[in-house]
């Protein structure tokens, strides 16, 4: 059974940093592409990153030079470091596993993020 | 960025009666493979976000074909046709021809 458990999330002072974890368990992380996705308080889904099977890594705009997202294959993690947190970062933080043509099939229960001082 | 705009945001529906969401995409999702990337999720209270359909009438592992998707192009609808009360949640649109957005959401409650 494929399982996402998310970690990490917790208050953090504006311009702090936090690494979220994503433990996998039912598939091997290296063999799909993974992503993060977010949701601020009452509003809709905003996609964060992406790592692909190779390696790439690409992010939105809104987070890029600040957030990297990685993995580690012995410990089928998936990881977001999170750097010069701002207000507007406060949401919920969702991993999701990809596999083509399919999409992002499996979610994570998320974990909050708030930045606040 | 590609933005999805999904209609209605909310949609009151009796047991047993179908019901309909629209999502209607800023350019059309056809991407240079071929494919139309367009999904819909689900968001059940205190559930993780569940895939329901992928490429655009394909249902996922597990859903009920009560369940449907169709369309094409840029308009794209959701229907299940006899609502039932594990139903209850938020439906989202969702692209990934060109990265990934999301449309609004509809919250679909029992009258």
């Known amino acids: 059974e494929v399982q996402l458990v998310e970690s990490g999330g917790g208050l953090v002072q504006p311009g702090g940093s936090l690494r979220l974890s994503c433990a996998a368990s039912?598939?091997?992380?290296?063999?799909?592409?993974m992503s993060w996705v977010r949701q601020a308080p009452g509003k809709g889904l905003e996609w964060v990153s992406v790592i692909y099977t190779g390696g790439s890594t690409y992010s939105a705009d809104s987070v890029k030079g600040r957030f990297t997202i990685s993995r580690d294959n012995s410990k089928n993690t998936l990881y977001l470091q999170m750097n010069s947190l701002r207000a507007e970062d406060t949401a919920v933080y969702y991993c999701a596993r990809g596999s083509s043509p399919v999409g992002l099939d499996y979610w994570g229960q998320g974990t909050l993020v708030t930045v606040s001082s | 960025d590609i933005v999805m705009t999904q209609t209605p945001l909310s949609s009151p529906v009796t047991l047993g009666q179908p019901a309909s969401i629209s999502c209607r995409s800023s350019?059309?999702?056809?991407?240079?493979?071929?494919?139309?990337?367009l999904s819909w999720l689900q968001q059940r209270p205190g559930q993780p976000l569940r895939l329901l359909i992928y490429m655009i009438s394909n249902r996922f592992s597990g859903v009920p074909d009560r369940f449907s998707g169709s369309g094409a192009g840029t308009d794209f609808t959701l229907k299940i046709s006899r609502v039932e009360a594990e139903d209850v949640g938020v439906y989202y649109c969702?692209?990934?021809?060109?990265?990934?957005?999301f449309g609004q959401g509809t919250k679909v409650e029992i009258k």
């Open positions: 969702m692209q990934a021809t060109q990265w990934w957005t």
């Open positions: 039912g598939f091997t992380v290296s063999s799909n592409y």
């Open positions: 350019q059309s999702l056809v991407h240079s493979d071929g494919n139309t990337y």
